[in-house]
């Protein structure tokens, strides 16, 4: 993907609806100057759409042959989706007709020596960005609410869209402003200093602030989730149930079953939901020593998987007796963690005796399967469904790191006797600045120009 350099003059223009045939396909237009708009609508329409209204029309090429029928919306600047003056064009939903549709527009603006271009990926967005319309963290759930692949996840990028974590994020940076200026105020009157500050409860201010930075740390971290999805890796002995297990979750036939050990040879990644998260399931290789060299090559993936696991579940037949060879096979990363599943249970004479942390489960009917559901999304530390927070990236969160490590910082200049307040200060000013990062106030123009280049054209 090519770093774009973005010339904010041009007006553009693009495809704005999926490739591929439907009923309806749209056309977008942005352009910075209101003469050169008004005069390129009235020739590529024929006449001057009234703004705001649906104007049905016939688009003509120069010798008078219809190129398309549908509707002109006109938004003048700055009330449109880019701040800029916009047009849309509904015509209907082929790529052959919504290319005559560009290449008219491109040869209208020709004639009129109106430099109108393709738009590059992301900047109908990056504009909006750019004219204050959104900020960068509801720019990026644009993508991703195009991008949502359940309701649920669709709904936590529509929060973040509307701007509910940057919200949160503003009114963290509001409160760390206020006791910033406090401070600088106080340094400006030195002899004054202890008390001043002990008045205005400098330390509470702060504690406070550490608090609330920890909470948005925590969604910020589940919408993470929410976005990438996690990596749950099934791994045990050789037919424990493992890819029974999986097709059983995944509610399909996905992978091969048979009583035969050894029967799953390579990583089977499956993609589900659960409970709106989404979620990428791994099935592997059953561990054991063998001489089959496909097979040594399969469990060898299995060690990989287990390496970029989120959360591991250990599959335990339980018809068989309390051995457990997976250590030998396996080294678990410290922090990884990890739910024992007790398959089979429906082979039973008697309900297995409940054990803390291990989940008795049938991948044959189905018992067990709603509570491992539960139990996975507990243990990696998802408390909420995905309507009910918001959707974020690493980079919003890697921004939230830095910003807490420099609140820790400030914490500790605040505890010491005699107050370094000039240091406190710029703590304070760090950590502001990289919360200035995630609503893209604060970031370098290549990084923003990278951000963008990752949407798809038209958007
Ligand atoms: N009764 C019963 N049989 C099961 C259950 N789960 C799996 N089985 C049977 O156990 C055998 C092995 O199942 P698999 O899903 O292929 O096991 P696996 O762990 O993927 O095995 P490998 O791929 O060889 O590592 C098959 O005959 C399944 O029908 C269960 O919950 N109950
Ligand atoms: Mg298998």
Redesign the pocket.
């Given at each position: 993907m090519s770093l774009h350099q973005p010339q904010h003059g041009d007006p553009i223009v693009a495809i704005a609806t999926a490739p591929g045939k439907g009923g309806v396909g749209v056309v977008r237009f942005s352009f910075p100057s209101s003469s050169s708009f008004q005069a390129f609508c009235a020739a590529f329409c024929g006449k001057l759409p009234k703004p705001r209204m649906a104007t049905l029309l016939t688009l003509r090429d120069v010798d008078q042959h219809a190129i398309d029928e549908g509707i002109a919306l006109l938004f003048n600047a700055p009330a449109s989706f880019t701040g800029e003056h916009v047009l849309e064009f509904q015509g209907h939903g082929g790529q052959a007709v919504l290319q005559g549709v560009v290449a008219h527009a491109l040869a209208v603006a020709r004639q009129l020596n109106i430099p109108l271009r393709h738009a590059m990926a992301g900047e109908f967005t990056q504009r909006a960005f750019l004219n204050d319309k959104l900020d960068l963290a509801q720019a990026e759930a644009v993508a991703d609410l195009i991008d949502a692949g359940s309701m649920a996840t669709a709904k936590a990028a529509a929060a973040s869209l509307s701007g509910v974590f940057s919200r949160q994020v503003n009114e963290l940076a509001d409160r760390i402003v206020h006791l910033r200026l406090l401070l600088e105020a106080t340094l400006d009157f030195p002899e004054e200093e202890i008390e001043f500050l002990e008045k205005a409860d400098a330390k509470g201010q702060l504690a406070g602030i550490l608090n609330a930075h920890g909470q948005l740390l925590n969604a910020a971290q589940e919408g993470v989730k929410f976005r990438d999805g996690l990596q749950i890796v099934l791994v045990?002995e050789?037919?424990?149930?493992?890819?029974?297990l999986l097709n059983a979750l995944a509610g399909e036939e996905i992978?091969i079953?048979?009583?035969?050990?050894?029967?799953?040879r390579d990583r089977i990644k499956q993609e589900l939901n659960i409970r709106g998260i989404p979620l990428v399931l791994v099935?592997t290789?059953?561990l054991r020593e063998t001489v089959d060299e496909v097979e040594r090559i399969g469990i060898e993936r299995t060690r990989k998987s287990v390496q970029e696991a989120d959360l591991l579940l250990i599959?335990k037949d339980a018809t068989q007796g309390p051995h457990d060879a997976l250590h030998q096979h396996l080294e678990l990363p410290v922090h990884l963690p990890t739910l024992t599943v007790l398959?089979?249970v429906?082979?039973l004479p008697e309900a297995p005796q409940l054990l803390q942390d291990v989940l008795p489960v049938?991948?044959?009917n189905g018992q067990g399967l709603e509570q491992l559901k539960d139990a996975i999304l507990a243990k990696v530390g998802i408390a909420h469904t995905p309507d009910h927070g918001f959707m974020a990236r690493q980079r919003h969160v890697d921004a939230l790191l830095v910003c807490g490590q420099h609140l820790v910082a400030a914490h500790e200049f605040a505890q010491q006797d005699d107050r370094i307040l000039d240091l406190f200060a710029e703590e304070l000013r760090l950590a502001h600045d990289a919360l200035g990062e995630i609503t893209g106030r604060m970031l370098p123009d290549d990084l923003l120009g990278l951000i963008f280049s990752r949407f798809c054209i038209g958007k």
């Open positions: 045990g050789p037919n424990v149930g493992k890819s029974s992978a079953v048979s009583a035969i050990a050894g029967t799953t099935d290789a059953g599959l398959n089979k429906d082979l049938s991948a044959k």
